[in-house]
């Protein structure tokens, strides 16, 4: 069996297991952290949980299936509004402080150096990169397509819990809050410039 | 004397003989056998701008619904460009296929990169159950539905998972990226290739419909899996593409769409475009062993 899974450093660790004979060697070699690294991500995890803890007692819960996209559409603005009101005046940095921003950009750098740098680098160039202004905690717009985020490059970060993803805008590393379409919090200059 | 097996192939044969007649009354033109018991459906991708095309698109999927029967259909991705207000999923799915949805075709949409995930998983028409990704199994075929603009850890392991443990004599995956492709506009996600590919070939997946690419193509078998693009359901791009090796056919003229019957160990296809005319058909014969055995490593 084969597991996708985040070490207590927060890095990904491939390992090679066995089952019923078929042994697979992973193509990621296990990223290797320090203890201020470790230090540093579980900063990042405390702040992510304060977060969906803050969203749940301001907003609620998300809405259920329906026919009706009416439905859905209008309990997601209603929660988007309550969090853009009891956060306003949020800024950059809140969830991603200097010495947080700073690990992401070197585990994206560690990523694009790596054995599928290129990969990542041809994967960002024809996933129709978005280009627009951002603004922390205002909504995604909704007719601008969502970048794909190269999947190499996901697993060199730290796993988000559901209802949170990253995602590339311009230059920036994006923390989304999915169940309202709110940029959280971004990592400004998370891409080299050279990508773009 | 009529036994129980003889009446089965008696009614089989009618079956055949009354899909012909609505076809040639419908003024289509079916390549698929219509075997009786077999697993029908369409496939479209990149279908959702409201525009001319996909309601012409949408109208002639309706004249080959009469004839082929199919009673579900898989969608690639980019299902509703733009806004995902109430009225753009009138516009741009509501309507164009309000026929088939009347006549009780299920639509299971996988999320592209102009999709709005959060209103699409929720909407029931689209059958996501509140996923990003799922499975569904119908007759001898397994579908996942997957997420390829977001395939992190947990979405991986999800994969897995579920192709392992699935016993299904055909496993089909679709989503919006294609691993292989050689349009200009986008080309091939070298990187979800990089991470998917493996787990496809070590499980035993037979085939992988994507879109994304505006225009279709099928690519020559990769690791012994068969992989069709089909991203021009509403959105077309002309002269599309540069033939390379990857390359088994490819069509950018006009909009298109598929049909693809399973029965047995076969499964064949059909590319019609918008104007009726076939582009492209054919059949695949299921791979007997799942590509285990062929690999050690990655």
Known sequence: ?196 | MLTGRNIGVVLASLATMVSTLQAQANRVEVKLPLRQGSVRFAVIGDSGTGDKDQYEVAKEMEGYRAAVKYDFVIMLGDNIYGGHGPEDFTRKFELPYKPLLDAGVKFYASLGNHDDPNIERLYKPFNMNGERYYTFKKGDAQFFALDSNYMDAKQLTWVEQNLRSSNARWKICFFHHPLYNDGKSHGPDLDLRNQLSPLLKLYGVNSVFSGHEHAYERIKPQDGIYYFIQGDSGKLVHHDFRRRDVMETSFDKVCTFMLVEVNGDELFYQTVSRSGETVDSGKITRQREPARAAVGGR
């Open chain 1, 1 to 196: 069996m084969r597991l996708y899974k985040r070490n207590s450093r927060s890095l990904i660790q491939l390992s090679v297991l066995l089952l019923g004979g078929y042994g697979l060697i992973l193509a990621q070699k296990p990223p290797t952290a320090g203890t201020a690294d470790a230090a540093i991500v579980a900063q990042f995890e405390a702040k992510v949980k304060q977060y969906l803890d803050f969203r749940q007692s301001t907003a609620g819960k998300p809405p259920k299936p329906s026919d009706k996209p009416a439905d859905i559409v209008s309990r997601q603005r209603e929660m988007a509004n309550q969090i853009r009101v009891a956060r306003a005046g949020a800024k950059q940095g809140e969830v991603f402080p200097s010495e947080i921003a700073q690990y992401f950009r070197k585990q994206i750098a560690a990523s694009l150096s790596g054995p599928h740098g290129d990969q990542i680098r041809s994967s960002l160039r024809h996933a129709e990169p978005v280009k627009m202004e951002l603004q922390i905690n205002q909504s995604y717009p909704a007719n601008q397509p969502l970048q794909s985020t190269p999947p190499t490059l996901l697993l060199n970060l730290p796993e988000l819990p559901d209802g949170l993803e990253y995602r590339l805008m311009n230059r920036e590393l994006v923390l989304r809050d999915t169940e309202v379409n709110l940029v959280v919090d971004c990592v400004p200059n998370a891409l080299p410039e050279s990508i773009q």
